[in-house]
């Protein structure tokens, strides 16, 4: 049997992409998983237009909450903050090609839900 | 007794609809019941459905009959000199807040200390914060060694003006079988009372609450192969004069007033409302159920699981196991994987039909001292077998190898 979980989380679950703190960010967001203990935090920089320039991540918990991070964190770059904030949680899902049961949507969704909470 | 054939009772297990056989590693969470207990339960409501207790026609002399026939089994099972004495609950959980609220809060005084150990379960901590909160009292934890077993060298130190210690006998995290006798004993010296969390230690092992003698003991019907929804609370004869009512209302009360009422004695006056009377019968036959396999029986046979499990997953180089060596534990495997956090490990064994548990097992603290936030953990019972511990830990090197070859995903 392969393994359940998709070549693209797979992939970023080995090499995530934007990892790391952002120096200049504009914007900071921070979210948990609290019964999980899954944690990330994502950092924009934001042009004169609020368009996301630049990205990064830092996190820690299982592959699904830190490679739908990191996924995430592509998809949001070139977007305007506004546009970014309206992504749902089934877009990312749908990117992530993996069928998970209910308790680990919410790993999988933990980075939608990060940026529509500041916490400046 | 052949447990390779006790699968069979268990309709679970057969079910048409499972696409692969089912491996339930995780009857610390909750058991699976036999055949006998969910007749009973289907034959209390079709033949002696009535209110127990409440009147006096032979359908409710015949509900009360057999709900109070289970009473007496639970008594003599664990050796307890009187049914009296047993308490019907919802579970642990409610059995230990009823002994905060009806005996706690009316024995405890500002200043005074509550022992309980680092390998407490939410269940036998947060009742205690809340009354500790509300009385001004002080908690203390017995320690744990480097191996998960209470290291009790400075117990005598630990208990100096203790007035309740409460422990559970068997770690539902690491599956530490504590030294209940002992614990009893210095805490009796002490002058402190006891209360012994037995949610993991009735399903699996002989317990003899005669011989333990504490002064509280408490367990849930749906770990040992009965159903959901109710406990039992054992309070030592001397208790209950220290206990107020837990819940007001019906089948408590002897006498009542508008402004005032008496109560039944015990255990009627811990037993407010209408019973879980079909899932106590139930309780009953998972008890009868038990009692002929022989808990001598279902202990050496998970004896026998942990040994083998712990063998065959501490020879895999990735797999760190927490907690005891298998002599002074019970069948719980709580383990790591290097790379694969739990949760992972959870959603990746379940593709094999293997059911874990994954994260700190209620035991949030004890996760901290461990120092790791989020452990696997296989539980095990009557039903299971030799063999799927071999075959889960086939698929976990399956897993291991896949997890770090990038070609290897779906
Ligand atoms: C050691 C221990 N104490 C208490 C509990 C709580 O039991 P229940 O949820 O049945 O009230 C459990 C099980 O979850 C347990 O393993």
């Known amino acids: 049997m392969a393994l359940a979980y998709s070549h693209i989380v797979m992939r970023h679950s080995r090499q995530p992409v934007n990892q790391g703190r952002l120096v200049k960010a504009s914007r900071k967001f921070q979210g948990e998983n609290i019964s999980c203990g899954d944690q990330v935090t994502l950092f924009v920089k934001l042009d004169s237009k609020k368009k996301i320039t630049d990205v990064g991540w830092e996190g820690e918990g299982c592959a699904i909450s830190q490679a739908s991070t990191s996924i995430f964190s592509e998809m949001i770059k070139g977007k305007t903050l506004a546009q970014a904030q309206k992504i749902t949680g089934e877009t990312l899902m749908k990117k992530m090609d993996t069928q998970l049961s209910p308790a680990r949507v919410k790993c999988a969704t933990l980075p939608v839900h990060t940026l529509k909470e500041a916490t400046d | ?410």
């Open chain 2, 1 to 410: 007794m052949d447990f390779a054939k006790i699968k069979k009772d268990f309709p679970i297990f057969r079910q048409a609809r499972l696409k692969k056989p089912l491996v339930y590693f995780d009857s610390a969470a909750t058991s699976h019941k036999p055949q006998s207990v969910i007749d009973a339960v289907v034959d209390f409501y079709s033949k002696t459905n009535a209110n127990t207790h409440r009147a006096a026609y032979e359908l409710a002399e015949q509900a009360t009959g057999k709900f109070e026939t289970v009473r007496s089994l639970i008594a003599d099972w664990l050796h307890i000199a009187s049914p009296d004495s047993v308490i019907f609950t919802k579970g642990t959980t409610e059995g230990i807040n009823l002994v905060a609220a009806a005996w706690g809060r009316n024995m405890l005084k500002r200043g005074d200390t509550i022992l309980l150990t680092e390998l407490e379960h939410h269940a036998n901590l947060i009742p205690w914060q809340l009354l500790s909160r509300e009385k001004n009292l002080k908690l203390e934890f017995i320690p744990i060694d480097d191996q998960g077993r209470l290291n009790l060298t400075h117990l005598p130190k630990l208990l100096r003006g203790v007035k309740l210690v409460a422990f559970n006998h068997v770690s539902n995290a690491l599956g530490t079988i504590n030294p209940v006798q002992t614990i009893v004993r210095a805490a009796r010296k002490a002058g402190a009372r006891v209360l012994v969390d037995g949610a993991q230690a009735v399903p699996h092992l002989p317990v003899d609450i005669g011989r333990i003698d504490p002064d509280f003991y408490v367990f849930s019907s749906h770990k040992m192969l009965g159903p959901s929804g109710v406990g039992v609370l054992y309070v030592k004869p001397e208790r209950f004069e220290e206990m107020t009512p837990y819940q007001g209302g019906g089948a408590m009360i002897s006498e009542v007033h508008w402004r005032h009422a008496t109560y039944q004695p015990a255990p009627l006056k811990f037993e407010a409302g209408t019973q879980p009377m079909a899932q106590v019968v139930g309780m009953g036959a998972a008890i009868e159920y038990l009692q002929s396999l022989g808990m001598r029986q279902v202990e050496l046979h998970e004896k026998q699981l942990i040994r083998h499990a712990y063998k065959v997953f501490s020879a895999i180089p990735e797999v760190t196991i927490y907690g005891p060596k298998p002599v002074d534990r019970l069948g719980v495997l709580t383990f790591t994987v290097a790379d694969i956090h739990a949760h992972d490990l959870a959603t990746l064994f379940d593709e094999y039909g293997i059911c874990l548990r994954a994260g700190h097992h209620c035991t949030q603290p004890l996760h901290r001292t461990l120092g790791v936030t989020a452990t696997a953990r296989f539980s095990f019972y009557v039903y299971n077998t030799l063999k799927e511990i071999d075959f889960a830990a086939e698929t976990l090197k399956k897993i291991i190898k896949q997890w770090h070859s990038p070609t290897a995903t779906s």
